[in-house]
């Protein structure tokens, strides 16, 4: 199997352009990596690009590990661990609870993890841990959700959305599609720092317009039913409301399936969020939803995998450095980018396809073995890297949902 993965490396590496190198903005590292993965699977016997190291542990604490947000995130750890010959856990909590995720990271000091990823999700809940990984020889970065600006945290680096700019943005799209009235920003967890910079933002650009916008921001749940429900009495007993607008995956999903089921948009409701779930991109697709901002979850996993890598194959003399996964806007416009039918992976010959390799690449979950495979769902289509042939020739790189031409 493990030959099979060199040759599938080899041969995407050989498909993809050189002068995708040199685009940064089209192909940017991840191609770069995927050609120095196969020139490595190429030189097989030789030390390949790095010098050798141990199979080194990355351990990824996070606050809600079954959130189907996540799913690209986790296939982007993956691909750059197989990529660079590393492992990785994804540990944490389901529910955003800071004491299972301290508790997460003091068993990944214990158990001597070569780094360690955490998302920041609490002011001051993590300063200590990280000092004390620090100060055990472990290198700490964040991921998704960062520390304040100014804290005393001792992260190395972040990796994500800057949020609260992101949530400036949606706030100037909610002033130009409401105009007036009431609106309500959706938070599964009030004072979070992964949502509750976006409502901070979204509240001061709204201040800054003028516009008579009465902005509130509306507890939900973590939970994907709970806050459903929440949502669905919040419209019940607010229905003069104009804008409807979600700050995580959840909550924009189900404000979604909120103004579906009371066929709002036809009233002039207006509603967005975050997060390319396959619900809210029907959603969007269908006019329920106006827009959903992208924050390219697979890069989080893979750049974050790539800098602790980089950190421990030089010693710590590369990185770390921050990194903005950025910020794009789908609506009904480009939702064709997102929801284009997929295409057989035609970078590699069929003959040198493993069926994981195919499902691995296609962004599909990777079953146990072949039968189970036949049977996984097509789910999370927009998740992972896909590489493929359009019908006139020129190949596509799918980084977290988005096509990108090179």
Request: with cysteine; hydrophobic share 45%; charged share 20%.
């Amino acid at each position: 199997m493990k030959g099979r993965s060199r040759e599938t490396a080899a041969a995407i590496a050989a498909a993809l352009p050189r002068r995708a190198v040199m685009r940064g903005v089209a192909a940017g590292p991840l191609a770069a990596a995927l050609i120095a993965a196969g020139g490595a699977a190429r030189a097989a016997d030789d030390s390949g690009p790095f010098p050798p190291h141990p199979r080194w542990k990355f351990v990824f604490v996070n606050h809600v590990t079954t959130n189907a947000f996540f799913v690209p995130c986790q296939y982007g750890i993956h691909d750059a661990c197989a990529l660079l010959g590393c492992d990785y856990q994804w540990t944490g909590s389901e529910t955003s609870d800071v004491a299972q995720m301290v508790n997460a990271m003091n068993a990944a000091i214990a158990g001597k993890a070569d780094a360690i990823a955490v998302a920041i999700v609490d002011p001051k809940g993590f300063d200590r841990p990280i000092g004390r990984a620090l100060d055990a020889g472990i290198p700490v970065f964040s991921y998704n959700a960062d520390a304040p600006r100014g804290s005393d945290n001792r992260r190395l680096a972040y990796i994500g959305q800057d949020l609260f700019r992101s949530g400036q943005l949606m706030g100037e799209r909610i002033v130009k599609l409401v105009g007036a009235g009431e609106v309500a920003l959706f938070i599964a967890t009030p004072g979070q720092l992964n949502l509750q910079p976006r409502v901070d933002g979204a509240m001061d650009a709204i201040k800054k317009s003028g516009a008579k916008i009465e902005a509130t921001m509306i507890a939900t749940d973590p939970t994907a039913n709970a806050a459903l429900s929440k949502i669905r009495a919040y419209y019940l007993g607010n229905q003069n409301v104009k804008g409807m607008f979600g700050t995580g995956g959840n909550d924009t999903m189900n404000t979604g399936l909120v103004m579906r089921q009371y066929d709002l948009a036809k009233k002039g409701v207006h509603a967005g969020g975050y997060d390319l779930l396959p619900r809210s991109l029907q959603a969007v697709h269908d006019g329920f939803l106006d827009f959903v901002i992208d924050q390219q979850p697979y890069l989080q996993g893979f750049y974050t995998v790539m800098e602790m890598f980089a950190f421990m194959v030089s010693g710590g003399l590369v990185g770390p450095a921050d990194i903005n996964t950025g910020l794009k806007f789908v609506t009904k416009d480009n939702i064709a980018l997102i929801s284009a039918p997929r295409r057989a992976l035609r970078a590699v010959p069929r003959r040198r396809r493993s069926w994981r390799a195919t499902a691995r690449l296609s962004g599909e979950p990777v079953a146990a073995d072949r039968r189970r495979h036949r049977r996984a769902p097509p789910r999370h289509r927009q998740a992972g890297l896909r590489v493929r042939a359009a019908a006139g020739g020129e190949r596509h790189c799918r980084v977290g949902g988005i096509d990108r031409l090179f």
